[in-house]
């Protein structure tokens, strides 16, 4: 199954998960492919998140938003069905995670909107294809996340604190760190921050608010980009009566090939 | 009065605008500093137009959205009032323009949301700065503006062609147009389209839908930009009981350095 899906198509992988074939994380498939983090929310919330996003594009990047009642990502992925397509969903009634489905066409409600937000595996990708590793890869963890001193823009209800994954990069390869994920502002883009946590309020690298702790080693910067967390976390924070979202590093697959959002 | 608005800070200039000691086009105010459209629509149109500028990027790329009800652009201009600091309005009831106002505080509702759109002033500036020379400003014109044949994404009711502006610009000039425009995705970015204006449905050049045509001499090749003006076309193609913009060449001024939106 692995080797089937590493060589199968987006629509493919997307069917095979559909079908309940593939309900673990997506990291390593459809290289070459956005990925993106879900938000489902109801239309009476859906212009303020909106604006959340737009006012907050670092953090929030947004690549496909559903017309209210649809589960079709129509720009990013047409045959796909939002309801079915995803590994894993999280559903949060009043701001508490209640349930853990493969499967959401029996919660799916006629009011709803999909926001779909850029993900870091992407620039992850693009890194890795310029020589700076992942050091949670090679650890085997996830990445770690930290809410920072960094406020996001708030929007209606919507309001709280930037939350960042970190990376370690060899001083070395810094430059060059911020050059390729510059080219991809709509999955988070350049760096937020490069160098000591506390000038962003971390006050322990090795207490990660989400995610793992990673080995920093001598001679690496501690690099720190916005994060996809940022709006799940703060769409919890104000706990609406009802939010579905991905299950953490179970992210929708796009038809959208990663190099046609570089910017140059 | 001119001399003395060409060194005028930002908010010196809405100021002056304010007071009505500025009725006039602001190009060539304020260089350095982002111009922005201006589109104004009751609450309930909002989130529907805020979607079809997020899916319509090139030619509605969003520099700022204020609140409900809120003239205030918070992040762009925190001490602007958009309710004055526009040197002309257009005034639309219905579809119709009706009215060509110098402050609209007087029509300011309570549900109203003001969507600030980037402008194509911004990436001229930073042609002109790398020796592409704008035609229609040598000539006195307005830039030639077409209707083509390509489709914006629809959004609820907002849908119709995409308006492009045109430059002509020298053979040897194509490629650093291109890499000049690319930087500032928030003010159109990137050509649409370089050559053949039948390709995007445009049949004559001499015969723009807006603005004034220009010469487009030997070795010079037709370059097309998505343009601000394809957002108010749509929005007057659906004839909305009440929507306010800028007009023509009358932009808002906001405290944004063109440099920070830059992508690299």
């Not at 009011?111 to 870091?120: E, P, Q, R, W």
């Amino acid at each position: 199954m692995m080797n089937d899906m590493m060589n199968a198509t987006t629509d493919e992988i997307r069917q095979a998960i559909r079908q309940g074939n593939w309900d673990k994380p997506t990291s390593g498939l459809a290289n070459g492919f956005l990925q993106t983090n879900l938000v489902i929310l109801p239309k009476d919330m859906a212009f303020e998140f909106l604006l959340f996003c737009q006012r907050n594009p670092k953090s929030c990047p947004l690549i496909d938003v559903t017309d209210p009642g649809s589960y079709t990502p129509s720009l990013s992925a047409p045959s796909a069905d939002l309801r079915s397509d995803i590994p894993r969903y999280h559903v949060y009634r009043n701001g508490e995670l209640t349930e853990k489905p493969t499967d959401i066409t029996e919660l799916w409600q006629d009011d709803m909107v999909a926001f779909l937000i850029g993900c870091s595996f992407t620039f992850e990708e693009a890194l890795v294809k310029n020589g700076i590793p992942m050091r949670h890869n090679e650890e085997g963890r996830n990445v770690p996340m930290y809410k920072t001193s960094i406020p996001t823009v708030k929007a209606g209800r919507f309001e709280g604190p930037t939350v960042v994954s970190m990376r370690p990069v060899a001083e070395k390869d810094l430059v060059r760190a911020v050059q390729v994920t510059s080219r991809f502002p709509t999955v988070h883009g350049a760096p937020l921050h490069i160098g000591h946590p506390s000038s962003i309020g971390i006050t322990d690298l090795d207490q990660p608010d989400y995610g793992d702790s990673v080995t920093v080693k001598e001679g690496e910067v501690p690099v720190f980009w916005a994060c996809g967390v940022t709006p799940q976390a703060v769409a919890a924070h104000i706990k609406p009566p009802f939010m579905i979202t991905h299950a953490p590093g179970h992210m929708f697959i796009t038809d959208i090939k990663t190099e046609s959002v570089g910017v140059i």
